[in-house]
């Protein structure tokens, strides 16, 4: 006597991101810290030294948090907050030693701050529209600014003075950097769509780029080789050294992307954008290889050194903070998950060798059996329906579900099954239908049982307003569907006769007994396979 | 044409056993069952065949234990004789002939006379002689069933109650009257009211009748014409298909298509007990005398042996044969095992050597659901790799009106438990039927692939995956490797039929209609193209080991090419019509079978060479498309040059009727029929209580004897069973030779076996006076004479001892080993 075989539940694969290095790496921080600040964060500077104090420009109002990872994570309070704007400030910067730190505001006057003081060291004054753009040049005693009158001015830190102006850029100037290496390079990008290079040596522009679209971040990389811009949903990436040749143009956001920044070992590009992603690209071949979901529009972002922490800012004023988990507490963590089902319960005297002179009295195994496979034991087929369609299952195990009707549909009692249910059942078994039809995993399963239940119910078609409600809504479904499928495969259509046209045509060797009876296209054919097998 | 004269094809995998109900002896330790042109009687404890008692000539189509000796049982057969065994020696004992062709052993025996059957009574005559012509005929019923189920005897063989279609017919022997009682075509409900079996209570006047609708009705009353009642069981959903009472009377088994044994309480009906899921469909139901076993035979050819309708003790499985083989004949690389279609949803291990099933392997894994007319997943094809560690096996269900359900799937062969362990799945590995698939044949090679073909004109490679390439943070995402897509070929939109692997596996070719395609699986190009025209191409088969070079293929119209792949051109063909072409993996032979005019012609050859090396003419009616060449145990060595393509593997087919067949040569009949008669084993035997209490006085009797006849006793045990001194005691004492001749004769053959006795030779020589006062007595009996001449001879040797060399000593032990050879060559002589 064999003992029942229960239905099987049919595994399908797991949709969506597949595990990788990347994710592992990415998806290692702690939940997110949120601070609620004054106004939508604009910008977020690291302190290059340590401690990594974070500058967080919001509103009027520059804070200055500290960054402790040890701490707890709620232990985030701002350290020093500068509130001595007039109106909105803009790209608070510290400078290399992390002494100093340089904002500019709405109302045209950029402010020098001491990290440990509280009034301005020093207000530059001579840009007539809101300045947006502030950073230290790699010899620390000049300062670069960029503003909405279109120029972008050098200055010296100890006279307070102005030491040169461009004048090139012919619409607002919203991004810039200074180069790291050498005192005189720096970029400014611009709404005007251009990227330019000036040289302080030689008062004009020496490379102009155009992104094409208004320029809103831009990044150096460490080596200053390469320049990475990003404007509308581009990000392009420029080779300075072949004379700003474009290399790549990455378009993975549908919203403009706002902010970009490097990982600490320059294998990962990060960008953040309005459409609330953050991208992580690999720098060797540009493609994503993980995305962060926040809840709202992102307008800056920073990565702490050493990826310790991801700071976003965003424009409903939320700065949201996540710090990377310590490898105790990760283990941790899964060592918890490990216990939890206490192991020790289920093995008891299990694992016990019966010694020499025992009497081994052994117990029938008890078979566990699922509740609606006991239904089908027991060949109660409307009953195992019902079982399968409870709320929880239906909702969270879809597939246990189909698997059921399947197995009724293979026992040939489906029928039986779906007919005799009431307003209620029926619709319940409606509303699963609407769910899950469109899914292609159960597509094929759930036609059957949809066409089963129309011929079944048809009779009763115009008697109860919320089955009608809902076969007009499965009928909506199907329609829709049907031209998604038609699309697809005008698609598919294009595709063929695009990859036959752009494959060389190679001539197969034919041997002297066999004829060539059109033989020469085999080749064709068996690359367009290939690339159906990928 | 090549001689062949010592090379004859024999049935292979036994016969069905569950065609006629089993009968069970009266001790519950044998049973009886028809099995093809034999009777089988197996244990029932250990589940072995004991005899297979042969001498009918034609199909065995009942077996019945004989009333009045319970040792001895009939069988008759489709050949119209009527044979009476001793089953427990194996030994036939008498043969009746009758006029025509018996159907079925009731009490009497029913004959039929071409369509139509006809219940006769046969008087036995009594008579010494073995063989015995039946001449006394008397038809009891005319028009009964051909089924024997339908015909049974009541209540200690008063009445006979048949049943066929719409009609019961009730004789009583005494009153030599019938009584019939017919049943409406159809109820109110569309049931189907035929009868299918009877039963009769065997002390209550009541028979059971079993319905195609599944219900049981119990007549009683039926010595009345009018004044009949019956009430009606249902429990069944389909046809009932046997009925039994138990011996007492208070059960009544039934069973059907749902291969769940019902027991009915007798007069208590809605008291069920249940034993379900016993695998097929139940067939026969067969009780034994004491009421202990029930044993039920169902319809994949097995006997299930049921105790007390509570616990499956044995089963006895025969090769499953259904309707058709979908998977080839294959070989299991490890076992050596013929695999096949088993059991629905399953794969069988038939091992050849031991003529037996091994085991079933579960591919669907799902409840199969008995019900006729109901579509299931069906294993469709198979094929193993090389070295015995994959299997990959399709299995396709295919309902009216639905899409087609595939599943591949591949199972891996598990060291720990011996058995295979499923591996990968895929669902929908294509989109239309499979057509052929087949394993990389190369051994050496890392990876292992597998191609499969299918009707939606693509044909392809599945590959193992390496194992996971994650390293250090999680190690286990997948631990064991599994099986994907390596690549889709496909060729103008034709749809390919068969692939083949070269073997070494560095070529595959597809065939698509008639052209055949040749890639190399290492690189996916498609290296050269062979074709035929007009037909399809229909089987596709590399050349192996020398003949590597060849490619083989047989198209629809009858022609049998061979392509040699250095030139890539046709080295010859020939205009055969070959059903089945396949290669010895251990050979260059082929092998072709060929219809002709509905027989099937088998021929063997080289593709090096255009000659056969065997070819027979009529191996069997139909056609053969099943065959295997099975790789031998141990390699035979015949010279002839006709049979040795049999040398290093043996060719299995199945015929149209599906009989598993093969060839064998003479010699390796002869090693078979010497080695058969070692195998019987001794169950005679059984532990009873009985038994133990006999066997233990036995034994202390034994123990007793031995201090009282000590003498004899320290000796070497009474050779009472040797078939020499069995024969020499029971011979006549007037056919021996004189006593006097026989003594000295003993004497010498002893004169060797007492040197190593010395110590005892003083105890002897007292009893040798007690014995020799006897003399007379010892005479007579037959036994004392050896110990006495013992005895002398024991006092000769003594004496001869001290005189001996140690090589004469050698040489004398060496002859004491031959024992009673002695006895055996006079007996002869």
């Known amino acids: 006597m064999a003992s029942f075989k229960p239905t099987k539940i049919q595994v399908y694969p797991k949709l969506g991101e597949k595990v990788t290095q990347d994710t592992l790496y990415w998806k290692n921080y702690k939940a997110p810290v949120q601070i609620k600040e004054f106004g939508a964060v604009t910008h977020i500077d690291f302190s290059p030294v340590a401690p990594h104090n974070f500058a967080v420009t919001a509103f009027t109002r520059v804070c200055w948090h500290l960054f402790v990872h040890i701490y707890g994570p709620f232990s985030q309070e701002p350290v020093k907050t500068?509130?001595?704007?007039?109106?909105?400030?803009?790209?608070?910067?510290?400078?290399?030693?992390?002494?100093?730190?340089?904002?500019?505001?709405?109302?045209?006057?950029?402010?020098?701050?001491?990290?440990?003081?509280?009034?301005?060291?020093?207000?530059?004054?001579?840009?007539?529209?809101?300045?947006?753009?502030?950073?230290?040049?790699?010899?620390?005693?000049?300062?670069?600014?960029?503003?909405?009158?279109?120029?972008?001015?050098?200055?010296?830190?100890?006279?307070?003075?102005?030491?040169?102006?461009?004048?090139?850029?012919?619409?607002?100037?919203?991004?810039?950097?200074?180069?790291?290496?050498?005192?005189?390079?720096f970029i400014t990008g611009s709404y005007d769509h251009t990227l330019k290079l000036f040289d302080a040596r030689v008062d004009r522009s020496v490379m102009t780029m155009d992104h094409g679209q208004p320029v809103e971040s831009l990044l150096l990389y460490p080596s200053e080789g390469l320049l990475v811009s990003a404007g509308g949903r581009y990000v392009k990436v420029w080779d300075l050294l072949k004379g700003g040749q474009p290399l790549v143009s990455l378009k993975n956001h549908h919203k403009t992307v706002t902010s970009l920044c490097l990982s600490t070992n320059g294998q990962r590009l990060l960008s953040a954008s309005l459409d609330r992603h953050v991208k992580v690209y690999?720098?060797?071949?540009?493609?994503?290889?993980?995305?962060?979901?926040?809840?709202?529009?992102?307008?800056?972002?920073?990565?702490?050194?050493?990826?310790?922490?991801?700071?976003?800012?965003?424009?409903?004023?939320?700065?949201?903070?996540?710090?990377?988990?310590?490898?105790?507490?990760?283990?941790?963590?899964?060592?918890?998950?490990?216990?939890?089902?206490?192991?020790?319960?289920?093995?008891?005297?299990?694992?016990?060798?019966?010694?020499?002179?025992?009497?081994?009295?052994?117990?029938?195994?008890?078979?566990?059996?699922?509740?609606?496979?006991?239904?089908?034991?027991?060949?109660?087929?409307?009953?195992?329906?019902?079982?399968?369609?409870?709320?929880?299952?239906?909702?969270?195990?879809?597939?246990i579900t189909v698997a059921v009707i399947k197995e009724l549909d293979r026992r040939g009692t489906l029928n039986n099954a779906l007919a005799g249910r009431d307003e209620q059942g029926l619709s319940q078994l409606l509303n699963f239908l609407i769910g899950n039809l469109v899914d292609p995993r159960f597509a094929p399963v759930l036609v059957t049982a949809a066409e089963m239940i129309l011929d079944i119910y048809h009779s009763v078609i115009g008697q109860s307003p919320v089955v009608d409600r809902q076969l007009l809504r499965l009928q909506e479904l199907l329609e829709r569907e049907i031209d998604y499928q038609q699309d697809l495969l005008e698609v598919l259509g294009m595709l063929d006769t695009m990859f036959a046209s752009a494959l060389p045509r190679k001539e197969v060797p034919c041997s002297g007994a066999s004829r060539s009876n059109g033989l020469a296209q085999g080749e064709a054919s068996t690359s367009r396979a290939q690339l159906q097998a990928t | 044409m090549v001689e062949h004269g010592d090379i004859r094809v024999v049935h292979r995998g036994g016969s069905k056993i569950n065609f006629r109900k089993p009968v069970i002896t009266n001790d519950s330790r044998f049973l009886l069952c028809a099995s093809g042109e034999s009777v089988k009687v197996f244990s029932t404890s250990t589940e072995e065949c004991i005899h297979d008692l042969r001498g009918h000539t034609d199909l065995v189509t009942g077996v019945l234990i004989k009333p009045s000796n319970h040792l001895q049982a009939f069988s008759c057969s489709a050949d119209g004789t009527v044979r009476l065994w001793d089953f427990t020696d194996g030994i036939l004992i008498k043969v009746r002939l009758l006029p025509s062709i018996v159907v079925c052993p009731v009490l009497s025996v029913s004959v039929s006379s071409q369509s139509l059957f006809q219940l006769v009574a046969v008087h036995l005559p009594q008579s010494g002689d073995q063989l015995v012509e039946a001449r006394e005929l008397s038809a009891v019923l005319t028009g009964i069933s051909s089924n024997p189920a339908a015909t049974v005897f009541g209540r200690g063989g008063e009445y006979i109650a048949s049943a066929n279609g719409l009609q019961l017919e009730v004789y009583f022997f005494k009153k030599q009257k019938a009584y019939r009682f017919s049943l409406k075509e159809d109820n109110k409900k569309g049931g189907k009211n035929t009868f299918t079996c009877v039963a009769c209570h065997p002390n209550d006047d009541c028979i059971a009748t079993g319905h195609e609708d599944g219900k049981i009705r119990l007549w009683r009353n039926f010595n009345h014409k009018k004044e009949y009642t019956y009430s009606t069981l249902h429990w069944h959903h389909s046809a009932v298909s046997s009925l039994s009472f138990t011996p007492e009377g208070t059960n009544l088994l039934s069973g059907g298509i749902e291969s769940v044994l019902v027991q009915w309480r007798y007069n208590q009906e809605n008291q069920r007990d249940f034993l379900p899921r016993l695998g097929a469909a139940i067939t026969h139901i067969a009780v034994s005398p004491d009421g202990a076993l029930y044993c039920t035979s169902h319809s994949d050819n097995k006997i299930t042996i049921i105790q007390s309708c509570v616990k499956v003790s044995a089963v006895i499985q025969g090769l499953v044969k259904g309707e058709s083989v979908g998977t080839d004949l294959m070989i299991d690389p490890r076992s050596k095992s013929l695999v096949l279609n088993g059991k629905p949803g399953h794969l069988q291990f038939y091992s050849l050597q031991r003529d037996k099933l091994l085991y079933n392997l579960d591919i669907v894994q799902q409840e199969y659901i008995h019900e006729s007319g109901l579509q299931q997943f069906e294993v469709v094809k198979a094929a193993f790799d090389a070295s015995g560690n994959w299997l990959a096996t399709v299995e396709e269900r295919k309902q009216k009106g639905a899409e087609l359900e595939l599943n591949l799937k591949l199972w891996a062969f598990d060291e720990q438990t011996q058995s295979f362990v499923l591996n990968t799945t895929i669902s929908a590995p294509h989109e239309a039927q499979i057509t052929g698939m087949c394993f990389s044949h190369a051994t050496d090679s890392q990876t292992t692939m597998l191609v499969s073909t299918s009707k939606d004109g693509h044909f392809k490679a599945w590959q193992l995956a390496a194992q996971s390439q994650t390293d250090g943070k999680q190690p286990s995402v997948c631990p064991c490797p599994s099986w994907s897509c390596d690549f889709v070929g496909a060729y103008h939109g034709l749809v390919p039929e068969c692939c083949s692997f070269s073997a070494d596996g560095s070529l595959l070719a597809v065939s698509f209609q008639e052209v055949v395609t040749v890639w190399s699986p290492a690189s996916w190009e498609l290296l050269t193209t062979l074709s035929q025209p007009p037909k399809a191409i229909r089987n596709l088969c590399f050349g192996r080991l020398s003949c590597s070079k060849y490619l083989l293929g047989t198209t629809d119209s009858n022609l049998l090419c061979c392509w040699n792949l250095l030139t890539c051109s046709l080295e010859w063909s020939t205009s055969m019509d070959v059903s089945l072409l396949l290669a010895d993996p251990l050979s260059e032979n082929m092998a072709a079978f060929c219809c002709q005019a509905g027989c099937t012609d088998l021929f063997v050859f080289k593709p090096s060479e255009p000659r056969p090396l065997f070819s027979q003419k009529a191996v069997c009616s139909g056609?053969?498309?099943?065959?295997?060449?099975?790789?031998?145990?141990?390699?035979?060595?015949?010279?002839?040059?006709?049979?040795?393509?049999?040398?290093?593997?043996?060719?299995?087919?199945?015929?149209q009727y599906m009989d598993l067949m093969t060839f064998t040569t003479k010699t390796e009949e002869e090693r078979l029929m010497a080695s058969s008669k070692q195998l019987v084993i001794d169950d005679s035997v059984a532990m009873t209580p009985f038994y133990l209490l006999l066997g233990k006085h036995r034994q202390q009797q034994q123990g007793g004897d031995d201090p009282q006849s000590g003498v004899s006793a320290e000796r070497t045990p009474l050779p009472q069973g040797?078939?020499?001194?069995?024969?020499?005691?029971?011979?006549?004492?007037?056919?021996?030779?004189?006593?006097?001749?026989?003594?000295s004769m003993f004497v010498q053959s002893l004169l060797i076996s007492v040197t190593d006795s010395s110590k005892h030779a003083e105890e002897e020589m007292e009893s040798e006076k007690e014995e020799?006062?006897?003399?007379?007595?010892?005479?007579?009996?037959?036994?004392?004479?050896?110990?006495?001449?013992?005895?002398?001879?024991?006092?000769?040797?003594?004496?001869?001892?001290?005189?001996?060399?140690?090589?004469?000593?050698?040489?004398?032990?060496?002859?004491?080993?031959?024992?009673?050879?002695?006895?055996?060559?006079?007996?002869d002589s």
């Open chain 1, 82 to 185: 500068f509130t001595r704007f007039k109106d909105t400030a803009y790209s608070g910067r510290f400078r290399s030693d992390g002494q100093l730190l340089v904002a500019g505001c709405e109302d045209s006057v950029v402010r020098l701050f001491d990290v440990g003081g509280k009034v301005a060291l020093r207000m530059f004054r001579g840009h007539t529209k809101a300045v947006h753009v502030t950073d230290f040049t790699s010899d620390r005693y000049q300062i670069l600014t960029g503003s909405d009158d279109y120029t972008c001015r050098l200055w010296d830190i100890p006279n307070s003075t102005e030491l040169n102006t461009y004048q090139e850029h012919t619409d607002y100037i919203r991004c810039g950097v200074t180069s790291k290496l050498n005192r005189d390079l």
């Open chain 1, 282 to 399: 690999n720098t060797t071949n540009y493609k994503v290889v993980h995305n962060f979901d926040y809840a709202a529009s992102i307008l800056s972002l920073a990565l702490a050194p050493d990826d310790e922490s991801i700071v976003v800012g965003m424009t409903n004023s939320i700065l949201s903070i996540k710090h990377r988990k310590s490898p105790e507490e990760s283990k941790e963590i899964s060592g918890q998950q490990r216990r939890r089902p206490s192991y020790r319960v289920f093995v008891k005297g299990k694992n016990y060798v019966p010694k020499q002179d025992d009497y081994l009295v052994s117990k029938p195994v008890k078979q566990h059996l699922a509740k609606y496979d006991k239904q089908l034991k027991k060949f109660n087929v409307s009953k195992a329906l019902d079982t399968a369609l409870e709320t929880w299952t239906r909702h969270r195990k879809p597939e």
């Open chain 2, 623 to 655: 056609m053969v498309t099943r065959a295997v060449f099975a790789p031998r145990e141990e390699m035979l060595e015949s010279c002839e040059e006709s049979s040795q393509w049999l040398n290093r593997s043996q060719l299995y087919f199945l015929t």
């Open chain 2, 722 to 743: 040797s078939v020499a001194i069995k024969e020499l005691l029971q011979t006549p004492a007037h056919v021996l030779p004189s006593t006097s001749f026989l003594c």
């Open chain 2, 772 to 827: 020799e006062d006897s003399e007379e007595e010892i005479e007579s009996s037959r036994t004392r004479p050896e110990q006495q001449a013992a005895v002398g001879g024991g006092e000769a040797a003594e004496s001869a001892a001290p005189a001996m060399t140690k090589a004469q000593v050698r040489e004398l032990r060496r002859v004491k080993k031959l024992d009673h050879s002695w006895l055996a060559g006079l007996l």
